[in-house]
């Protein structure tokens, strides 16, 4: 006896036990949207009736990702003075969201349901405006009322719906049927329901998947797209579900030849082709990217993403694209380093891969001698070196592919003139026995200058006396003191190697003269 009643007891207990989501908190990541729900608590709804819509609110909302990328939720409440409790960038994360519907007190006051709506379409459904709705993504709302005296709302419903605004309505109490279900987007029997103040939890699921329906985030996308490779970009809906996702990808055939991939997977037919032959790939639930290979050049590509659970259905996804032309190397050359007897010459791209060698011709033109070089695949410039000065060179590099094939390419150049490195040299007397020595120079290739003077025959000073000083190459002048009457005064460049060919000038020190120019 006391078995049987220990069992009527538990069997009991569970058939009381309150229905609830089974699904957990956030666990959706299936959407993108913007959901305001439109909450009567007016004087004909009682505090009871209140706590109960908010209580069903906070079971509908639970399972849902909130944020940017997510799903964004706004409560406005209807009153004689309608107030937007919370807007959509108020909340990302579940734990405030449930936080403040536990806490929504009532207005009271008469039902300004049109009032509402004005405050719902300027400043929260239309996007652009602070704290409404994003652009490009849908937009819902609910309205939760008791159907007692809501006003006239067919106008101020239809613009919404009117504006791409999906319109959904649950009805506690005893509202016109017919004026509610003008104002519902279709399906009717999707987005109105009628039920009962204390049976709102059996239409909980219904109504979330009808939300779900507008705003779940259906898109695949395609990116880094090469010749022969492509990525796969989608919103992980599975995210928190068992399940895993079935890539399937092949060529557009034009023709009845058939197309392959790799990547992975296995590979079959695809009647969608004709024929042509798909390639298989499986991702895991918390997967959001597959990285398909083996693609052919300026192909167009059909890939079918089907996310596969027991636990919820979606729709297969599909997109288009076509891989980027081939470009054999070289495509483009470059020259840099120009000098008057050496340029450097580059190419690109760099493909060791295809590339077994690169074959520099060069020689002058109209008819210069011809010169070559070969480099290896994986080299991408040269210097060319023991050029002309001041002469057009006509270069052409050939790429030998492995295939067989050679690509070549041709550009002319030039090298610069010789600039001699020191240039207009004078003195200047200052005094009886100082020179002022300037002169221009260019810094190219040039690590000093050497300054020698000495007396010469004639002058009354020792002719094999001589002196010297060096200068760095950014110096292009100095003043000589205690220089003999008629001394010559030379200044030559320096070379890393040598000392070059410099000029040479006499200090005259007379009266009438206060610059020389500058004598070999």
């Given at each position: 006896?006391?078995?049987?009643?220990?069992?009527?007891w538990i069997?009991a207990?569970?058939l009381?036990?309150?229905?609830?989501?089974?699904?957990?908190?956030?666990?959706l990541?299936?959407?993108?949207?913007?959901v305001?729900?439109?909450v009567?608590?007016?004087?004909?709804v009682?505090?009871?009736?209140h706590?109960s819509?908010l209580?069903?609110?906070?079971?509908?909302?639970?399972?849902?990702?909130?944020?940017?990328?997510?799903?964004?939720?706004?409560?406005l409440?209807?009153?004689?003075q309608?107030?937007?409790?919370f807007g959509f960038d108020?909340?990302s994360?579940?734990?405030?969201?449930?936080?403040?519907l536990?806490?929504?007190?009532?207005l009271?006051g008469?039902?300004?349901?049109?009032?509402?709506?004005?405050m719902?379409?300027?400043w929260?459904?239309?996007?652009?405006?602070?704290?409404?709705?994003?652009?490009g993504l849908?937009r819902?709302?609910?309205w939760l009322t008791?159907g007692v005296?809501?006003?006239?709302?067919?106008?101020?419903?239809t613009?919404?719906?009117e504006?791409?605004?999906?319109?959904?309505v649950?009805s506690?109490?005893?509202?016109?049927y017919q004026v509610?279900?003008q104002?519902?987007s279709?399906?009717?029997?999707d987005?109105l329901?009628f039920?009962?103040i204390?049976?709102?939890?059996?239409?909980?699921e219904?109504l979330?998947?009808a939300?779900?329906?507008?705003?779940?985030a259906?898109r695949?996308?395609?990116?880094d797209?090469?010749t022969?490779?492509?990525?796969?970009q989608?919103?992980?809906?599975?995210?928190g579900?068992?399940?895993?996702?079935?890539i399937?990808?092949h060529?557009?055939?034009?023709?009845?030849?058939?197309?392959?991939a790799?990547?992975?997977g296995?590979?079959?037919?695809?009647?969608?082709?004709?024929?042509?032959?798909y390639?298989?790939?499986?991702?895991?639930?918390?997967?959001?990217?597959a990285r398909?290979?083996?693609?052919?050049?300026?192909?167009?590509y059909t890939?079918?993403?089907?996310?596969?659970?027991n636990?919820?259905a979606?729709?297969?996804?599909s997109?288009?694209?076509?891989?980027?032309p081939e470009?054999?190397s070289p495509?483009?050359?470059?020259?840099?380093?120009?000098g008057?007897?050496?340029?450097r010459?580059?190419?690109g791209?760099?493909q060791p891969?295809?590339?077994?060698?690169y074959?520099?011709?060069?020689?002058?033109?109209?008819?210069g001698?011809?010169?070559?070089?070969?480099?290896?695949?994986?080299?991408?410039?040269?210097?060319?070196?023991?050029?002309?000065?001041?002469?057009?060179?006509?270069?052409t590099?050939s790429?030998?592919?492995?295939s067989?094939?050679?690509k070549?390419?041709?550009?002319?150049?030039c090298?610069?003139?010789v600039t001699?490195?020191?240039?207009?040299?004078?003195l200047?007397t200052?005094?009886?026995d100082?020179?002022?020595?300037?002169w221009?120079?260019?810094?190219?290739g040039?690590?000093?200058y050497?300054?020698?003077w000495?007396?010469?025959h004639g002058s009354?000073?020792?002719?094999?006396q001589?002196?010297?000083?060096?200068?760095p190459?950014?110096?292009l002048?100095?003043?000589?003191?205690?220089?003999p009457?008629?001394?010559?005064?030379?200044v030559?460049?320096?070379?890393?190697?040598?000392?070059?060919?410099?000029?040479?000038?006499?200090?005259?020190?007379?009266?009438d003269?206060?610059?020389y120019g500058f004598?070999s």
């Amino acid at each position: 006896m006391e078995t049987r009643a220990l069992l009527t007891w538990i069997c009991a207990c569970l058939l009381v036990r309150p229905l609830t989501s089974q699904k957990p908190e956030g666990a959706l990541n299936c959407c993108e949207g913007d959901v305001l729900f439109l909450v009567d608590s007016s004087g004909s709804v009682s505090s009871y009736e209140h706590s109960s819509m908010l209580s069903f609110l906070s079971e509908l909302l639970l399972p849902f990702a909130l944020g940017e990328d997510q799903v964004r939720v706004g409560l406005l409440q209807v009153g004689t003075q309608p107030r937007l409790e919370f807007g959509f960038d108020t909340f990302s994360n579940q734990s405030g969201l449930q936080g403040a519907l536990k806490n929504i007190k009532p207005l009271r006051g008469d039902t300004n349901t049109v009032e509402a709506l004005r405050m719902a379409k300027q400043w929260v459904l239309r996007p652009g405006t602070a704290d409404g709705a994003r652009a490009g993504l849908p937009r819902v709302l609910v309205w939760l009322t008791d159907g007692v005296k809501p006003g006239d709302v067919v106008g101020p419903l239809t613009e919404l719906q009117e504006e791409g605004v999906a319109v959904l309505v649950v009805s506690t109490g005893h509202g016109n049927y017919q004026v509610l279900r003008q104002v519902v987007s279709p399906p009717v029997e999707d987005h109105l329901y009628f039920v009962d103040i204390d049976d709102m939890s059996i239409i909980t699921e219904d109504l979330r998947d009808a939300i779900i329906e507008i705003i779940r985030a259906e898109r695949i996308h395609v990116r880094d797209v090469t010749t022969s490779s492509a990525t796969l970009q989608w919103r992980p809906v599975l995210s928190g579900l068992k399940g895993y996702y079935e890539i399937r990808f092949h060529p557009v055939l034009t023709s009845g030849s058939g197309g392959s991939a790799g990547g992975g997977g296995g590979t079959g037919t695809s009647p969608s082709t004709g024929g042509g032959d798909y390639q298989r790939l499986t991702q895991s639930a918390d997967s959001s990217t597959a990285r398909l290979t083996g693609l052919k050049p300026d192909t167009t590509y059909t890939a079918t993403l089907t996310p596969e659970s027991n636990e919820q259905a979606f729709n297969t996804l599909s997109v288009s694209f076509t891989t980027n032309p081939e470009v054999l190397s070289p495509s483009t050359v470059t020259i840099s380093e120009s000098g008057p007897t050496s340029v450097r010459v580059s190419w690109g791209p760099l493909q060791p891969e295809k590339v077994t060698s690169y074959y520099i011709e060069y020689s002058a033109l109209p008819r210069g001698k011809l010169h070559a070089v070969t480099v290896g695949r994986n080299q991408n410039s040269t210097l060319l070196r023991d050029l002309q000065p001041d002469t057009t060179y006509l270069v052409t590099i050939s790429a030998r592919h492995a295939s067989g094939k050679e690509k070549a390419m041709s550009v002319k150049v030039c090298t610069q003139e010789v600039t001699p490195a020191l240039a207009d040299l004078q003195l200047t007397t200052v005094g009886s026995d100082s020179v002022q020595v300037d002169w221009q120079g260019s810094a190219a290739g040039v690590r000093g200058y050497w300054l020698t003077w000495e007396g010469q025959h004639g002058s009354g000073s020792d002719p094999g006396q001589q002196s010297s000083l060096y200068l760095p190459p950014d110096s292009l002048s100095t003043r000589l003191t205690h220089i003999p009457p008629s001394a010559r005064v030379c200044v030559s460049p320096i070379y890393r190697m040598a000392r070059g060919e410099g000029l040479c000038c006499t200090a005259q020190f007379h009266s009438d003269a206060l610059a020389y120019g500058f004598q070999s």
